[in-house]
């Protein structure tokens, strides 16, 4: 599933991060990837004991408490905080696939689904998109600020290089509660019906039944 969430941030928030991030100090992206993805990346990176990194993440993850779609597409189980990143001068990831198991505090986080947050509009730089490679061929990301797209980990994938300006992003890995992606999708699609059959005067009855499916079908795939 590839799925692109319009409007995660509001502009205060928007504003905040931009402000925070344009007075941050960066330091070399390859700091926090091994041997073979540091031969492919070419970006700056907060910190990840950075404290500014810790206290932008908690306004991401508000943001995304607060979004039914997010919720309904990821369902989350286990969030990896969240990083911020900054391409510029030329700047680019090649092609990689995310590492499976990602460490955090004592523990890992399996990684279902990789989020890229945008905090940049896409007029303020030149390259950057993000390219996912999938079945169905190359799909070229390049969202406006405070939009979010979500992909499954698995996807190779790679940032353009960044010829003018900067893009500047938070980015993310999320354990889904439901482990497969096809099913996954099923679910999404299902609670978008649920949602918007609730909201006008369908049968009361038949969105019942289809709760119940929606239900039935978590308790069986579904881990927790």
């Known amino acids: 599933?590839?799925?692109?969430?319009?409007?995660?941030?509001?502009?205060?928030?928007?504003?905040?991060?931009?402000?925070?991030?344009?007075?941050?100090?960066?330091?070399?992206?390859?700091?926090?990837?091994?041997?073979?993805?540091?031969?492919?990346?070419?970006?700056?990176?907060?910190p990840d004991a950075s404290s500014l990194r810790a206290e932008l993440g908690q306004v991401v993850l508000a943001a995304l408490a607060r979004n039914p779609d997010y919720f309904g597409a990821a369902l989350p189980l286990k969030t990896l905080a969240p990083r911020f990143n900054r391409y510029s001068d030329g700047g680019e990831y090649g092609f990689h696939v995310d590492g499976a198991m990602m460490r955090s505090g004592d523990g890992y986080v399996r990684s279902d689904l990789s989020c890229t947050l945008f905090l940049c509009d896409p007029a303020e730089y030149d390259g950057g998109e993000l390219v996912i490679h999938d079945t169905y061929g190359e799909h070229e990301v390049k969202l406006p600020a405070g939009d979010l797209i979500l992909y499954p980990s698995s996807s190779l994938h790679r940032v353009a290089p960044v010829t003018r300006g900067a893009r500047l992003a938070s980015f993310f890995w999320i354990q889904s509660m439901v482990r497969d992606d096809a099913e996954r999708q099923t679910l999404f699609d299902l609670d978008l019906s649920i949602r918007q059959l609730g909201g006008g005067t369908s049968d009361g009855a038949a969105i019942l039944r289809l709760t119940g499916i929606y239900h039935n079908l978590l308790r069986r795939w579904a881990d927790s």
């Open 1 to 46: 599933m590839l799925l692109h969430l319009p409007g995660i941030l509001t502009p205060d928030e928007l504003a905040h991060l931009r402000g925070a991030l344009d007075a941050a100090g960066w330091t070399d992206g390859r700091e926090t990837v091994g041997a073979q993805g540091a031969r492919a990346k070419r970006n700056e990176q907060l």
